[in-house]
């Protein structure tokens, strides 16, 4: 796909993010499994119900701005995810693990939050108001899983220190 102007870079993000989200409704499962502490487990369960939203979310945009949500990889989230797995590789189940893995999704939620600041600013731009609407509703999930993960940190962090 080319881009050679802001509509077309705004839907160009629009599916980048599309493709970010479908890939990590497949990695959280995998995660709320591996998780040692219930409050991680559950964490990332209430994420991917988030996370199905916020798909539904995109299709609504797209829909709205005639276009397919699909056609583009998110190579970037790719990267990060992978790198998520290997946690699962490095580590035994546990609380190192636990911790390892807050550090690896905390890298997915500041990685959309940053396809998304940006994607609310084009919409901005662009005079979508209603669309600034719905990304805003998924940013602030965003930033609030983000937060959410600090706090289990602290209990999580402190419980890897005597392992
Ligand atoms: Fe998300």
Redo the contacts with the bound molecule.
Sequence with gaps: MSVSNMQELFIDELKDLYSA?KQ?TKALPKMAKAATSQELKQAFLSHLEE?NG?IQRLEQILEKLEKSPRGKTCAGMKGVLEEGSEVLADTDKGPVRDAAMIAAAQRVEHY?MAGYGSAREFALLLGEQEIVTLLDE?LA??KAADKKLTGIAKQVNAEAKLA
Excluded: A, K
Aim: charged share 50%.
């Design positions: 989200e990590i996370t916020q959309e998924t999930e965003e």
